[in-house]
C-alpha cells in the first residue's frame, strides 16, 4: 500500500536547475529514512541524497554544494533540488522510502518508478 511517485524531470542545459519531486503515500515521510537513487545507462544505481529519522542529511561528494533533499510533512513530500546540473548528472532518480517493520523485525524498503533528467546542451 506504500507507494511513491517521482516527478519533475526533463531535460535542461548544463548550469540549469530542476526540482524533483516524491510523493508518498501509505506512510508518512517524517518517519520514514527517505533517499534518492540515480541509474545512468550502463552504471550501477548510486545513492545521491539521503535524509534519516533525526532529520540528517548525506549527499554523494559529486552533488555535495549543488543538491539538496527536504521532506515537506504537510506535503508528506520529498523533494531534490539540483542546482549547476552537469551532464554527468543526466540519470533516471529514483525515490526510496525505508521504515522499521516490527513484526517482520526488519526495515523494509519502496522505490518509485523512477524520472528521466537528462542534462545536455
Known amino acids: 500500500q506504500v507507494q511513491l511517485v517521482e516527478s519533475g524531470g526533463g531535460l535542461v542545459q548544463p548550469g540549469g536547475s530542476l526540482r524533483l519531486s516524491c510523493e508518498v503515500s501509505?506512510?508518512?515521510?517524517?518517519?520514514?529514512?527517505m533517499t534518492w537513487y540515480r541509474q545512468a545507462p550502463g552504471k550501477e544505481r548510486e545513492l545521491v541524497a539521503e535524509?534519516?529519522?533525526?532529520?540528517?542529511?548525506d549527499y554523494r561528494d559529486s552533488v555535495k554544494g549543488r543538491f539538496s533533499i527536504s521532506r515537506d510533512n504537510a506535503k508528506n513530500t520529498v523533494s531534490l533540488q539540483m542546482n549547476s546540473l552537469k551532464p554527468e548528472d543526466t540519470a533516471v532518480y529514483y525515490c526510496?522510502?525505508?521504515?522499521?517493520?516490527?513484526?517482520?523485525?526488519?526495515?523494509?524498503?519502496?522505490w518509485g518508478q523512477g524520472t528521466q533528467v537528462t542534462v545536455s546542451s
Open positions: 526510496n522510502l525505508g521504515r522499521w517493520n516490527s513484526a517482520l523485525g526488519r526495515t523494509i524498503y519502496y
Open positions: 535524509v534519516n529519522l533525526p532529520g540528517g542529511t
Open positions: 501509505g506512510f508518512t515521510v517524517s518517519s520514514a529514512v
